[in-house]
């Protein structure tokens, strides 16, 4: 009998460790960034103000992740107010239309350690398309100030302009098709 109550107690504490946790993005230490080259000859970056990302999680490494985020479209920058105006309007975000762009992860795939594949879903300029990044899981520490647990990651990818019909006149002579995007998140315990 004693035996069978250490094994009931060691599998509920088992099961309350990888219990699983709700991460939230700690907008103070994130970015969500984008890489597009004009003319074949110069960079253009540009990021989100307001966006959010969720993680949900009950192992330690992260590997059963699943991942969203909401990006609000009418934050977007690149830091010069004429071109912003551009990009907003229903020749490339469409923002009145598309407010939001968000993404929805379908799996993650081992490649080396804290490395992942991160497939999903992305949806933008009201069209969903199954993408892959690349994902950095960064460790996670306790937080010197607030004393709580935080992790950090890093994606980085390409996706096509074209298969989200975005920016359809704007040929890759003047703007690349392919687009980068590096997202660097903080993520701390929901509370």
Known sequence: MKKAFILVAVAL???????????KADRMHSKLQFTITHLMVSDVDGEFKDFSATII??????????????????????GIDPRDNHIKSDAFFDV???????????????????????????????????????LWYRGTITNPMSKASDAGFQVTGVIKRSDFNFGAGFGSSILSDEVAVKANGEFGIAK
């Open 13 to 23: 504490i088992n099961t309350a460790a990888f219990a699983q946790t709700t991460w």
């Open 57 to 78: 999680a009950a192992k330690p490494d992260f590997s059963d992740a699943q991942i969203t985020l909401t990006a609000n479209t009418t934050s977007v920058t690149t």
């Open 96 to 134: 009145t239309k598309f407010p939001t762009l968000t993404f929805t992860s379908t799996g993650l795939t081992p490649s080396t350690p804290n490395h992942y594949k991160l497939a999903g879903n992305l949806t933008l300029h009201g069209v969903t398309k199954p993408v892959v990044f690349d």
